[in-house]
C-alpha cells in the first residue's frame, strides 16, 4: 500500500526537565535528545512502521541539520526524490520541553525550509498521485501545498486526509472535499468557534464546511466519527504516557495507512488509535512511532 505525505520536516531538539520554567526562571534537566519531527515527517514515518510505503513531499535546508532528518527518512525506505534543498535556509527546528512528571510538553517550532513548499513542489511528484492509495497533510506547510495536495488526490480519487493542525487562519474553502478531517478537540472547537465540550456540534459545522468525514480525537475519551452515515464514538487505549509529543501524529499516520490498506472507518480509527496508545510509551516524536507487529498486538 502506497502512500503520499506532504508535509513539513523539522529537526527536534528535546529537553527533558521535572517540571517546566516559568518566566525568567531556568531550571536543570534531566537530560536533552536530538532527533527528527515535524508534523509531515512524524506522521509518515508513523505510516512507513504501520506497514505503508511512503512518498515524501517536503523541504530542508542547505545546512548540517538537514543530514538528520534525511537519515532518518532513508533508513525507513521512503521515496524522498521529491524531498528538496532550498538555498540559504535553515531546515525547519523544533524546541521541546518535556516534563518527566506527567509527560506532557510545550513546543516552540521555527518553519525555516518548510515554507518554503510550494505548489509547484507537489505537481512536479504527481506520478506519486497516481500510484498511491491514499494523502496526507498538515497545516506546517503553506495553503498551496496543501491545496495542490488536495487537488491531485481529488483528480486521481484518492482519499484525502487533513489533520488541521497547529491551529491557524485558513482561506475559505480549504476543508471542502477533504474526505477525512482530524482535528483534536481544541482544534474543533477552534474552527467551529464553539467550546471544546461541544465536540459533536463542531463536527456538524466542520461537515458543513466540506469535510466529508470528520474525526475529532479527544484524548482519553477517544474517537468521535462522524459523517452522513456515521454517529459514533470509538475508546482509547489507556497506556502509562513517557513522552506525548509524537501521540496526535501517530494517530494520523496509522490511520492513513489504514484507509490505504482498505480498512474500514471505524476499524482505521480503531488502527489509529493503538498508534498513537503506543507512541505515548516512548520518548521521542518520530521515533517513538511503534512498528505494525506492536499496533496488530495491541489490538487483540
Known amino acids: 500500500m502506497k502512500v503520499v505525505v506532504v508535509g513539513s520536516i523539522n529537526v527536534d531538539?528535546?529537553?527533558?526537565?521535572?517540571?517546566?520554567?516559568?518566566?525568567?526562571?531556568?531550571?536543570?534537566?534531566?537530560?536533552?535528545?536530538?532527533?527528527?519531527?515535524?508534523?509531515?515527517?512524524?506522521?509518515?514515518?508513523?505510516?512507513?512502521?504501520?506497514?505503508?510505503?511512503?512518498?515524501?513531499?517536503?523541504?530542508?535546508?542547505d545546512d548540517f541539520l538537514?543530514?538528520?532528518?534525511?537519515?532518518?527518512?532513508?533508513?525507513?525506505?521512503?521515496?524522498?526524490?521529491?524531498?528538496?534543498k532550498t538555498e540559504n535556509t535553515a531546515t525547519g527546528c523544533a524546541d521541546i520541553q518535556v516534563n518527566t512528571e506527567s509527560g506532557e510538553n510545550r513546543i516552540t517550532v521555527i518553519r525555516g525550509a518548510n515554507e518554503a513548499l510550494t505548489a509547484k513542489d507537489v505537481y512536479a511528484a504527481e506520478k506519486a498521485f497516481i500510484e498511491c492509495s491514499c494523502v496526507l497533510s498538515q497545516l506546517e506547510i503553506p495553503d498551496e501545498a496543501i491545496l495542490a495536495a488536495?487537488?491531485?488526490?481529488?483528480?486521481y480519487n484518492k482519499p484525502f486526509i487533513l489533520n488541521p493542525a497547529p491551529m491557524?487562519?485558513?482561506?475559505?474553502?480549504?476543508?471542502?472535499?477533504?474526505?477525512?478531517?482530524?482535528?483534536?478537540?481544541?482544534?474543533?472547537?477552534?474552527?467551529?468557534?464553539?467550546?471544546?465540550?461541544?465536540y459533536e456540534k463542531s463536527?456538524?459545522?466542520?461537515?458543513?464546511?466540506?469535510?466529508?468525514?470528520?474525526?475529532?480525537?479527544?484524548?482519553?475519551?477517544?474517537?468521535?466519527l462522524k459523517n452522513a452515515d456515521i454517529s459514533l464514538t470509538i475508546p482509547a487505549i489507556p497506556q502509562k504516557a513517557v513522552?506525548?509529543?509524537g501521540a496526535g501524529d501517530a494517530y494520523n499516520g496509522g490511520l492513513?495507512?489504514?484507509?490505504?490498506?482498505?480498512?474500514?472507518?471505524?476499524?482505521?480509527?480503531?488502527?489509529?488509535?493503538?498508534?498513537?496508545?503506543?507512541?505515548v510509551t516512548k520518548a521521542g516524536a518520530a521515533e517513538?512511532?511503534?512498528?505494525r507487529e506492536e499496533i496488530e498486538k495491541l489490538l487483540k
Open 150 to 155: 488536495k487537488e491531485l488526490a481529488k483528480k
Open 168 to 198: 491557524r487562519d485558513l482561506p475559505e474553502g480549504l476543508f471542502n472535499e477533504v474526505d477525512v478531517l482530524t482535528p483534536n478537540e481544541t482544534e474543533a472547537a477552534y474552527f467551529s468557534g464553539l467550546s471544546v465540550d461541544e
Open 203 to 224: 463536527a456538524e459545522k466542520l461537515l458543513a464546511a466540506g469535510a466529508k468525514t470528520v474525526i475529532i480525537t479527544l484524548g482519553k475519551k477517544g474517537s468521535y
Open 256 to 279: 492513513c495507512a489504514a484507509i490505504a490498506e482498505g480498512k474500514t472507518l471505524e476499524d482505521a480509527v480503531k488502527f489509529a488509535t493503538a498508534t498513537s496508545s503506543l507512541s
Open 13 to 61: 531538539m528535546t529537553f527533558y526537565a521535572q517540571r517546566f520554567p516559568v518566566d525568567g526562571e531556568t531550571v536543570f534537566g534531566v537530560k536533552q535528545k536530538i532527533g527528527t519531527g515535524g508534523k509531515g515527517l512524524n506522521q509518515a514515518t508513523a505510516a512507513s512502521r504501520a506497514g505503508a510505503d511512503v512518498t515524501f513531499i517536503g523541504r530542508v535546508g
Open 66 to 84: 538537514s543530514s538528520v532528518p534525511l537519515a532518518l527518512m532513508e533508513s525507513e525506505k521512503m521515496e524522498i526524490s521529491a524531498v528538496t
Open 243 to 245: 513522552d506525548t509529543t
Open 288 to 291: 517513538s512511532m511503534p512498528k
